[in-house]
């Protein structure tokens, strides 16, 4: 990457911008302190290239939920853990509000209605697993070492919405993908590649393992954008 092209000033900008944020570093540092690996990932990264604001800040970890709350509860004003079955847990301090999640995959079986949560070991594997490539972005904390092993960095300067691996592999692991797919289209004006579209028109009828609440709650941010 040239050190003057878009995206190595994206990364540039993304890395500055985490760097001036007190809260996550510190966050981070505590992490690193326990002797786990910390970092930011998927929407706030994509936010912080678009110059988007950011609402929620998600972090990704290789601790366990357990080893999660050990670290936060000293540190955080108020911690819940009502999301812990699927590995995340929610801390604030002050107005600093967080989401930790441990690596992990969540796969839909062919005819269940909630998704298996398996825990992983590394970014890379919990990366892969993500909806888009857009959202597949991370960066190493307090290191702000920046990973994008599947180009969602020039994805959004093409404008484009890929998934990090075949298309079907991924609607099939999460069919609500699908929604999705249309949803960012909505939210940034951006156009699904042709291999999306395919696998989600062919797929279609995958969506009705999902459940209500969620295929709702995706149409409705479909419709907000």
């Not at 929620?56 to 999301?83: E, S």
């Amino acid at each position: 990457m040239n050190n003057s092209s878009p995206q190595a000033i994206a990364v540039a900008s993304v890395t500055a911008a985490l760097n001036q944020m007190s809260d996550v570093m510190e966050l981070a540092q505590l992490f690193q302190n326990g002797g786990f690996e910390f970092a930011i990932v998927g929407g706030p990264v994509r936010d912080l290239i678009l110059n988007r604001d950011i609402s929620d800040l998600d972090f990704t970890t290789n601790a366990n939920p357990d080893q999660i709350l050990n670290l936060v509860k000293p540190w955080a004003d108020k911690v819940w853990d009502v999301g812990i079955a699927f590995g995340t847990v929610g801390a604030r301090r002050k107005d600093f509000q967080v989401e930790i999640t441990t690596y992990r995959s969540e796969v839909y079986s062919e005819e269940s209605r909630k998704p298996e949560v398996s825990f992983g070991t590394t970014l890379e594997d919990d990366l892969v697993r993500r909806d888009f490539t857009i959202n597949a972005m991370a960066v190493r904390l307090p290191e702000l070492t920046f990973v994008d092993p599947f180009g969602g960095v020039e994805d959004l300067s093409r404008r484009v919405i890929r998934t990090p691996r075949e298309p079907e592999l991924s609607f099939s692991d999460d069919p609500l993908r699908m929604m999705r797919a249309a949803r960012f289209a909505s939210q940034l004006g951006f156009t699904p590649v042709v291999d999306v579209l395919l696998a989600a028109t062919e797929m279609s009828e995958r969506i009705n393992i999902v459940s209500a609440e969620r295929v709702r709650d995706e149409f409705s941010k479909l419709i907000m954008g």
